[in-house]
């Protein structure tokens, strides 16, 4: 009987390339499942939509979230539908924010008065519709950038450069917002157009000092005028004021001069009348009415009867004198010297 002697360095010789064929296969495979996976899965941001084409044939549009697709059959273009997307023209910005770059190609414009303006600006947009943003137009940004281009140059082209650069800048804006909407509504783009913005607007550098100069003569000349209408509204109306106020005073002291003529005629009317009626009792009442005026303006007062005859016994010339002397003032006479009383008394 023989002996068999098994040699097992010869048999893990043998067993060793069906072993790592089992496992390069089994890589194989594995890599070929995680190569269909990878391309089957995607995922789609809070702010997008994911728009699969099938062999470049719109198929479906996936919201938010993992999403599957056929593998190397459908393919995914994820559009920011709810991200606000913004456009720079005639300057371009860093990525840090801090530094812009001018490009003049874009920026330097012919204004209607045939003067140059740089005009950098910015479009604010959004995409609204994605299928026809990926699928009415082709290239859309770039065809987007060309229709802000031409529509820019053509409304500043239609105005003066005074009215670009200073007061005018507002309604540029409006302008091109409004044409800007209306021309990609004509190409059936899907984008709304949320702001338009001049960054900056200015005149060609070598014509920049005499354009702050006319810029300061015109605010110099602004300056004079509003003090002018400030001035004019604080005197005209003052004046006004005053006429009318002279104008009141005047009507009042004619009704009031005719008022009291009506009155003193009435009265004299009545006063006639009365006295037609009793010529004595009116005549005795108008002497004391009379007198009753009179009298309390007078200082002092001397009664003497119309029957006494001779000098009085006692002649108060010392309380006489302040009345003399204020009649005479009114009168404009000097006064007349007050007798002194002589010790012996009068005779």
């Known amino acids: 009987m023989k002996e068999f002697v098994i040699d097992i360095s010869r048999v893990r010789r043998l067993a060793a390339p069906r072993v790592s064929g089992r496992v390069g296969a089994r890589l194989a495979t594995a890599a070929i499942v995680v190569g269909l996976a990878w391309s089957a899965l995607y995922q789609v941001g809070p702010d997008e939509i994911g728009v699969v084409r099938r062999f470049g044939r719109y198929v479906r549009a996936n919201q938010s979230g993992l999403r599957l697709k056929l593998p190397f059959v459908e393919t995914a ?21 801090k530094q812009t770059q001018r490009v003049l190609d874009e920026s330097t414009m012919l204004t209607g008065d045939l003067n140059v303006a740089v005009v950098e600006w910015i479009v604010q947009y959004r995409i609204a519709d994605p299928y026809r943003f990926l699928f009415r137009v082709q290239n859309g940004e770039a065809v987007f950038r060309d229709l802000a281009a031409a529509v820019m140059e053509s409304v500043v082209g239609d105005r003066t450069l005074t009215e670009v650069v200073t007061v005018g800048r507002q309604d540029v804006e409006s302008a091109v917002q409004h044409e800007l909407q209306t021309a990609v509504e ?24 005499s354009w702050d100069e006319v810029n300061q003569a015109q605010q110099q000349r602004d300056r004079l005028i509003n003090e002018a209408h400030a001035q004019y509204n ?5 004046a006004r004021g005053e006429a009318a106020q002279t104008v009141l005073a005047a009507d ?4 009031d001069r005719v008022n009291r003529a009506e009155g003193d005629a009435s009265r ?19 002497q004391l009415e009379t007198l009753g005026r009179v009298l ?52």
């Not at 604080?234 to 003052?238: G, I, Q, R, S, Y």
């Not at 004198?321 to 006064?335: E, F, L, N, Y």
């Open 234 to 238: 604080t005197v005209v109306p003052k």
């Open 296 to 347: 309390p303006r007078v200082g002092g007062k001397v009664v003497l009867d119309k029957d006494a005859k001779g000098v009085l016994p006692l002649l108060p010339l010392d309380r006489l004198a302040p009345a003399v002397t204020a009649a005479a003032q009114a009168t404009g006479k000097s006064a007349p010297p007050t007798p002194t009383p002589s010790n012996g008394g009068s005779r």
């Open 186 to 209: 004509r190409y059936d783009m899907g984008l709304r157009i949320d702001q338009v913005v001049l960054q900056d607007v200015n005149p060609p550098d070598p014509v920049k000092p």
């Open 252 to 255: 009042g002291y004619g009704i």
């Open 268 to 286: 004299f009317r009545q006063v006639d009348e009365a006295y037609q009626k009793a010529p004595d009792v009116t005549r005795r009442r108008l």
């Open 77 to 97: 273009v994820k559009v920011p539908v709810q991200r606000q997307l913004r456009q720079e023209f005639g300057f371009r910005t860093t990525t840090d924010r």
